[in-house]
């Protein structure tokens, strides 16, 4: 079986010293950063649509609920 050697030169950590930037003002031609274009907002008249045909649907819904429940049945 082999031994396994490992050398002090392993465990000592080198300390990093890191300096502030002398300004920190973006360049003038900086537009952003990130690689994805920004989101607009749009108007999406087929999204209002469909939000308000849900929104009908959930009401009729719940109005037959209360339809059934409130039923009774005949006296014979």
């Not at 999406?44 to 819904?61: E, M, N, S, W």
Request: no cysteine.
């Amino acid at each position: 079986m082999a031994k396994l050697v490992i050398s002090a030169a392993a465990h000592e950590l080198e300390e990093l010293k890191g300096k502030p930037a002398e300004s920190s003002v973006a360049p003038l031609n900086f537009t952003n950063a990130s690689p994805f274009p920004r989101r607009k907002q749009k108007n999406d008249p087929i999204r209002t649509v469909i939000l308000a045909a849900a929104a009908v649907a959930l009401l009729v819904f719940l109005g037959s609920m209360i339809a059934v429940l409130m039923m009774r049945a005949p006296v014979l």
